[in-house]
C-alpha cells in the first residue's frame, strides 16, 4: 500500500546528511525503496478504488459533460449527490 513508501520516505528523511551548504540530503536507498513501492502499489490502490466505488472512477463524465443541456438532467440525476435521496 501507499503507507509502506510514506515510511521509506520518512526513513529516508531520518536517515540524511546535510551537505557543507546546509542542504539535507536524504538516503539514497531507503528513497528509492519508497519510490519503487509507490509506482508498484498505486495499481493495487486502483484496483481497491474499484473494488470500493465501481467503475464509476474510471468513467467519470468531463466538466462538459455536466454543462450540455441535452444530458444536464441525467448528470444531475445520476451523478450529482443530492440531500434528500
Not at 546546509?22 to 478504488?49: F, K, M, S, W
Amino acid at each position: 500500500m501507499q503507507c509502506c513508501s510514506v515510511f521509506h520516505i520518512y526513513a529516508s528523511s531520518v536517515k540524511s546528511t546535510k551537505a557543507p551548504s546546509g542542504t539535507q540530503i536524504p538516503d539514497i536507498v531507503y528513497t528509492n525503496v519508497g519510490r519503487y513501492h509507490a509506482g508498484i502499489n498505486v495499481y493495487r490502490e486502483h484496483e481497491i478504488l474499484a473494488e470500493i466505488a465501481g467503475g464509476l472512477p474510471a468513467t467519470l463524465p468531463s466538466e462538459k459533460e455536466f454543462f450540455n443541456p441535452v444530458i444536464s438532467d441525467f448528470m444531475a440525476k445520476y451523478i450529482v449527490q443530492g440531500w434528500g435521496w
